[in-house]
């Protein structure tokens, strides 16, 4: 099996949703299992100067800046493709998804590589059979909640590119109570069989 494990908190040092995706790898990893690891804050590229709707611009009609861009989109796809089972770490920022995250599903929704159109015009997602695992952090945001507009766009990315099985870890409301919410998470990651 192949692991995907991408972190996108702006935090490298002290981050606790980093720690805990860690402590979800070391739960769920076998022996024989690949890990391939993300840090969207190391090298993430924004979606910029598009001349035409969706990721397309002839190769001929590339500046330099596109190559990059579609270096890296290619390179995330091929992460998720290779992928059996995806782990992505996130805090709420501001109420919503970290800016890297954001970027790094702009990359990731490519036609006919994650997604596709069918005849009827309604969207299919190609990334089908992958299991998912969303650690996701707040300090004041109740998960799930209307102020919560990271975790239900999350799953909604996921279930477009056709991943349809996410389980949710979180330690929510972390600046009431600390100590719970890291205790109640790890208790979620515990009783992952």
């Given at each position: ?36 690891y993300r840090d969207l804050n190391d090298e ?37 493709k290779e992928s059996d089972i995806i782990i ?97 998470a790890e208790k979620q990651i515990e009783n992952?069989?």
């Open positions: 099996m192949k692991i995907y494990q991408i972190d996108s908190s702006a935090r490298k040092e002290g981050s606790t949703s980093r720690a805990l995706a860690k402590k979800l790898l070391e739960k769920i990893k076998k022996p024989k299992d690949e890990v391939i993430m590229l924004f979606v910029t100067g598009l001349t035409e709707s969706g990721m397309n611009i002839d190769q001929k009609d590339q500046n330099e800046n596109h190559r990059k861009m579609f270096e890296l989109s290619d390179q995330l796809v091929k992460e998720l992505i770490s996130a805090p709420i920022y501001n109420y919503g998804p970290p800016a890297t995250l954001k970027a790094w599903s702009d990359l990731a929704a490519r036609v006919g590589e994650t997604f596709r159109f069918k005849p009827d015009g309604r969207r299919e997602g190609l990334l089908k059979a992958k299991k998912a695992y969303l650690v996701i952090t707040s300090g004041g945001t109740k998960l799930n909640s209307n102020e919560d507009f990271l975790t239900p766009w999350l799953k909604f990315i996921l279930n477009f590119f056709g991943i349809d099985d996410v389980q949710i870890i979180s330690a929510d409301q972390m600046a009431l109570d600390y100590e719970k919410s890291i205790m109640e992952i069989s």
